[in-house]
């Protein structure tokens, strides 16, 4: 294991799995770590953030305060090792994106983009899906893997990148304000053609979660069409 600051309070971590290959999981699903306390075992699930390839995974964490598992984590040295359970989960792209002109609008928050980089570093180089992230953090420093998301903008056009900030500081000349609030921009841009073809993935904490997608329920978007994963 290794890791690397995001910001303060987040961090990446890249695990390599010993004696295997490669290391095989749809983007989107998430693995169990496992942690002895006591004599018992816990487990807390965390969405891969990286693309398939070789035998090493990422992921992307925050600091719970007091919390058993992401405190454990945070407090790992490189080179040490963690039990994880194998990739589960069906947080994953439901079509292929591009066949029968399928879109898609990712909607993270937080931490909630992990599966959502998985998924753009894994299909936008084979198959260059349409796909439209919008994603909010609440301070500019936060905007987890940002340089990465623009690169990709700027490589690939069926991508557009649209992220926003609660509370900008003065310099920030971007989208301010919740997801919720860019929800319009965002569907926008894939719903040239009507909604029918556009599928909305939404993770992060519950409460954003359900309320974007009663938002999309209000704007006459099929239960079919949001597949979320909520984190709390
Ligand atoms: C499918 C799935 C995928 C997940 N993927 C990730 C991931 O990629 N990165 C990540 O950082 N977390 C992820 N989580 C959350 C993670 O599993 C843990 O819940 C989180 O790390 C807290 O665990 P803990 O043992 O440290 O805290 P606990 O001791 O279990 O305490 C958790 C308490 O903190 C609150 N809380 C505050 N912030 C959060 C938060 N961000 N997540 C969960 N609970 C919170 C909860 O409501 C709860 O009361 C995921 C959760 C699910 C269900």
Same mark, same amino acid.
Request: proline share 6%; with cysteine.
């Given at each position: 294991?290794?890791?690397?600051?995001?910001?303060?309070?987040?961090?990446?971590?890249?695990?390599?799995?010993?004696?295997?290959?490669?290391?095989?999981?749809?983007?989107?699903?998430?693995?169990?770590?496992?942690? $002895?306390?006591?004599?018992?075992?816990?487990?807390? $699930?965390?969405?891969?953030?990286?693309?398939?390839?070789?035998?090493?995974?990422?992921?992307?964490?925050?600091?719970?305060?007091?919390?058993?598992?992401?405190?454990? *984590?945070?407090?790992?040295? #490189?080179?040490?090792?963690?039990?994880?359970?194998?990739?589960?989960?069906?947080?994953?792209?439901?079509?292929? !994106?591009?066949?029968?002109?399928?879109? +898609?609008?990712?909607? +993270?928050?937080?931490?909630?983009?992990?599966? =959502?980089?998985?998924? /753009? *570093?894994?299909? /936008?180089?084979?198959?260059?899906?349409?796909?439209?992230?919008?994603?909010?953090?609440?301070?500019?420093?936060?905007?987890?893997?940002?340089?990465? =998301?623009?690169? !990709?903008?700027?490589?690939? $056009?069926?991508?557009?990148?649209?992220?926003?900030?609660?509370? #900008?500081?003065?310099?920030?000349?971007?989208?301010?304000?919740?997801?919720?609030?860019?929800?319009?921009?965002?569907? +926008?841009?894939?719903?040239?053609?009507?909604?029918?073809?556009?599928?909305?993935?939404?993770?992060? *904490?519950?409460?954003?979660?359900?309320?974007?997608?009663?938002?999309?329920?209000?704007?006459? =978007?099929?239960?079919?069409?949001?597949?979320?994963?909520?984190?709390?």
């Amino acid at each position: 294991m290794n890791w690397k600051e995001l910001s303060p309070e987040v961090h990446h971590f890249e695990f390599e799995i010993p004696g295997v290959e490669h290391f095989s999981f749809t983007p989107g699903q998430f693995i169990s770590v496992i942690e $002895p306390v006591d004599g018992k075992e816990i487990a807390r $699930p965390y969405s891969i953030a990286s693309p398939r390839g070789g035998n090493r995974f990422s992921l992307c964490l925050n600091r719970v305060p007091d919390g058993v598992l992401s405190t454990y *984590l945070f407090d790992l040295k #490189p080179g040490d090792e963690v039990k994880i359970h194998e990739p589960l989960g069906y947080f994953t792209l439901r079509q292929t !994106l591009g066949h029968l002109g399928r879109r +898609a609008v990712f909607i +993270a928050t937080g931490t909630g983009i992990a599966p =959502f980089r998985s998924m /753009l *570093l894994d299909h /936008l180089p084979k198959t260059q899906p349409r796909v439209t992230l919008l994603f909010g953090v609440r301070y500019e420093q936060g905007l987890l893997y940002r340089e990465e =998301f623009e690169k !990709l903008a700027s490589q690939y $056009p069926e991508f557009h990148f649209m992220p926003t900030i609660t509370r #900008p500081s003065e310099s920030w000349t971007g989208r301010t304000g919740r997801v919720q609030s860019h929800l319009d921009e965002a569907l +926008a841009v894939e719903t040239g053609d009507g909604i029918s073809t556009v599928d909305v993935y939404v993770c992060g *904490l519950k409460e954003m979660v359900d309320d974007v997608r009663k938002e999309l329920k209000r704007r006459g =978007f099929d239960r079919t069409q949001i597949i979320y994963e909520k984190y709390d």
